[in-house]
């Protein structure tokens, strides 16, 4: 997350060859000594920072798509013409140099700070409401923003911190590699500048759809214009004796990470309940830590419903070669102070047991409300619910997509982001689809793997490359179409397998 000392490359202030910079690939330099990249399309050329200001990968390897270029980590995309984040994850804009062609060659003159003027939005609602401080509220109230909106944004968070990155709780955070001040997405100073009213470790008790209200904790009102329901999951918890005791953790919020890391001083064993993505994530951090760690699953091969058995297989062997110690095909069915027991009638010795089975999204408020409810909120294309002007987003929603054909609900980070920005957007008039392609990644120490569309049921799984190797790509398909696609050291693949699912989607229209 942190930026290298060295630059590499050309200075581009001293100008470099034309004929070195060739369409659709980004060349490495500097300007300066500030990292940047140069891009071409067509005859125009552009100078625009080198890493992605989300958690600054390497835009050099990344995708050119027309006039813009995306991040081959975490596919956040910016506009190589004004620099400006166009898709989370990423909300800054990169820096950029005005380019001159002189008899050949090429230079990056000064940096241009100027930013592009906000539009004016079609509607303007005289307040917004905002329930929930996760991806998709503070993506929601950024967005809002950034689109010109001028009116009052109140966001209300049940969480006591302010926004923060989610995902980093099981990754670095977890293990220790990553700060406490990486994790918020703003400082509370941004919160005031944008006059956004946030409401921490609040809750709204009813909504009063008709009258325009919510009625909060406490008997506070507020009223509201257009809202947005971003209430988000709560994890599953396990229907075990025990599994509400003082061994027993689940991962959800920065302050579950915190107990989590202050149980692990001292303790020597650890048991995670879960093989999936949060539950191995867990695994590889506590082993980070250098505890003694112990999986317990019910399938035969983890994360293979997903990934397949061959990748699924990939990541039990690399946990293993790490000393994780699995136990599949089991469950627990008591958890005691010092370890569980096992329905095979076995036992676990350890002093912590972290539980990953899942999340339910927390659709009551909405439900409540009388909106249209079923396995999530439901929603229209532009994330509308059953009534107008109430939009919603990330865990809880249910959209039609494109690329199933069916409605679906994922629960994943960025879609969550990009759903809110959406939402935002609609809010003012703006009539957008959401059809991003949904996308997630997940750390198992050294390796990262990445997944793009979506297929919770498949007939067929094709390996290209073998996992072992550290680079392959699983295509999924269901009835002959193909839904996802999941990569291991592909980054440009996992890309380009994304503007695939658009413009199939774009097709469809």
């Known amino acids: 997350m942190s930026q290298g000392a060295e630059t590499i490359g050309e200075d581009f202030a001293l100008g470099i060859d034309s004929a070195a910079v060739v369409e659709g690939a980004p060349v490495r330099g500097h300007v300066g000594g500030k990292d940047a990249i140069m891009v071409r399309k067509g005859d125009e050329v552009f100078v625009v920072g080198a890493f992605c200001t989300h958690y600054h990968g390497p835009l050099a390897e990344g995708l050119v798509v027309g006039d813009t270029i995306r991040c081959p980590w975490h596919h956040a995309c910016f506009s190589l013409r004004d620099g400006q984040a166009l898709r989370a994850p990423a909300f800054d804009a990169l820096a950029r140099w005005r380019v001159e062609q002189v008899d050949g060659r090429i230079f990056a003159r000064e940096r241009v700070k100027t930013a592009p003027p906000r539009p004016v939005p079609a509607r303007v609602p005289r307040a917004v409401a905002i329930i929930g401080g996760g991806a ?133 064993r650890a048991a995670v309940i879960g093989a999936s993505f949060i539950g191995l994530e ?85 439900e409540a409300a009388g909106l249209s409810v079923d396995k999530g909120v439901l929603v229209d294309a532009c994330l509308e619910t059953s009534v107008p002007g109430v939009y919603a987003a990330g865990d809880i929603a249910r959209w039609p997509d494109r690329i199933t054909g069916e409605a679906v609900r994922v629960e994943h980070w960025v879609v969550a982001e990009r759903q809110g920005q959406t939402a935002a957007r609609n809010m003012l008039g703006r009539g957008e689809r959401f059809d991003a392609a949904p996308f997630f990644w997940s750390q198992h120490y050294d390796q990262a793997i990445s997944y793009i569309g979506h297929a919770p049921a498949w007939d067929r799984a094709e390996l290209s490359g073998d996992p072992a190797s550290g680079s392959c790509e699983v295509s999924y398909f269901a009835g002959g179409r193909k839904l996802a696609v999941a990569t291991l050291g592909r980054d440009l693949d996992s890309l380009r397998a994304e503007v695939a699912f658009e413009k199939a989607m774009g097709a469809l229209l």
Not at 149 to 158: R, T, V
Not at 300 to 323: F, K, Q, T, W, Y
Request: glycine share 10%.
């Open 282 to 366: 867990v695994a590889a951090s506590l082993r980070a830590r250098g505890l003694e760690v112990h999986v317990v699953a019910p399938e035969a091969v983890p994360m293979a419903r997903i990934l397949g058995p061959d990748l699924g297989a990939h990541v039990r062997r690399l946990h293993e070669s790490h000393g994780v110690v699995f136990h599949l095909e089991n469950t627990a069915t008591e958890i005691g102070p010092g370890g569980l027991t096992l329905k095979n009638g076995g036992a676990l010795a350890a002093d912590i047991v972290a539980i990953g089975v899942g999340v339910r999204p927390n659709t009551a408020l909405a």
């Open 136 to 268: 998709a509220g503070f993506a929601a109230a950024h967005a809002l923003r950034a689109e010109g909106y001028d009116g009052p944004i109140e966001m209300i968070s049940a969480d006591s911190a302010e926004p923060y990155d989610r995902p980093n709780l099981s990754k670095d955070y977890l293990a220790g590699t990553a700060q406490p001040e990486w994790l918020p997405l703003r400082d509370p100073a941004w919160y005031r500048e944008q006059r956004i009213d946030l409401r921490l470790g609040r809750r709204v008790e009813r909504l009063d759809l008709s009258g325009r209200r919510l009625l909060l904790d406490g008997g506070e009102t507020r009223d509201f214009d257009a809202l947005l329901l971003a209430t988000g999951a709560e994890p599953v918890r396990l229907p075990v004796p025990g599994a509400e005791g003082s061994t027993a953790f689940y991962l959800r919020s920065v302050a579950d990470a915190d107990r989590l890391i202050a149980a692990c001083s001292g303790a020597r």
